[in-house]
């Protein structure tokens, strides 16, 4: 775990545009598919966000995040998504996504979400579980 | 043209996850399609990013981005993309995008795009009329 | 209604591969679209399948699709997609939707849907006014 | 290879609608991937259609699809895509595309793709290797 959790993702001909890269409006949702996946692994329980919502009834909507481009993503090769928790609020949780191909950084970024009752959408403070997950792979 | 430019977004059943609301992972996409309806006015030339790259041998990769979600996104009502350019550099360009249904703000966000050449993405500076366009769109 | 209901979609750069056409896997998600306006429009309510899940509790998934591609589709021109019901049976309405771009079909296909209940997805038969809305447009 | 080839997609909370199902408008698009996949592993290249239209000058448009939608997919089990080629014509090839999770099939689907130039989409014969490569997998 010395370098956290890492999400791979292959990237195909249907996600770049006509300029040979990938289309920069896929690339927050890649960003979200790793945390997604995080969570998964996290709470070591299949479905990630689904399970949290339908099985565990709590969600966690985003509310900012910041991106930086740093190198055009391509078929070329995988892209590794390295998520980890930087900041545990009472009522909400950050993350680092950096995406990384052939050892470089093509973005990275900031994710924000609050804790949710699910159906309601009220602000609520994580599940116990939820909380050590995140406080266990803190930096 | 005193409130800019709007885009005007049809959000469908399929953006929706099961919290019953847009997916986070659409919305910057939305902010994108806004942009790329941006220049397709503000050119007066059908195609937007696609005519730029294709038929003017210049695009406008995206180098940041920064969203704030302030209130769900649903199917209820059409999503209104506010555009407008806020800086201009000597090779990249400032957007702002403000999205709105029934009268509120549900996100808004700001993106930085370079000049570069098409195919070999060096940066230049911007075609003059381009730049034009941008400028008399400024705040 | 002498042509029936006609979807229009702005067809972006984002839509578009490398091989700057619209990337194929996004075609059938254009014409599910055109559906789900259809819908909104027969139904006189806004939101298409999101008002008749949540507010009217039946749900409409697909069981199958063909679909025919004639021509590219490109961000040179609108998309209209026009939509008509062509079958209704007990628990299942079949669609056909032509997609067209300056005049020529790009791509037509069918689809056939189940009325399901919502929540449980089991088959039903479909709401009086939606099979009324269904019958006054069959060719 | 008594199996064939089977490409693994992770189904996550962004790929499902308000029905707590994969959205319909996706599926089409899983097919695609898992036959992009197909291509990258039949011609032993990474990149697929990307490597496949940029390195070696020739692309595999859509002419046709049918699906076939069984079961709901899910974001409780990995999405087995199972693809083999089941016709190889002078200028085109059929796919056929089995999805199944947790051991019963989700989706299938028939696709029917034509061999054509990079770049002027002029229908041409396969390269002997492709057109090796979809020999040597034909049921």
Known sequence: MADGFVHEIRVGWGDCDPARIAYTGHLPGFALRAIDAWWEWALEAPGGWYHMEIDRGFGTPFV?????FRAPVTPRHPLLC????????????????DARQDGRTCFEGEFTCVF????????????????????????
């Open 64 to 68: 900012a995040m910041r991106l930086d």
């Open 82 to 97: 390295h998520v980890r928790p930087t900041r545990l609020g009472t009522t909400s949780v950050s993350f680092r996504v």
């Open 116 to 139: 949710v009752e699910g159906g309601t959408l009220e602000k609520r403070t994580p599940p116990e579980d939820a909380a050590a997950a995140i406080r266990a792979h803190l930096p």
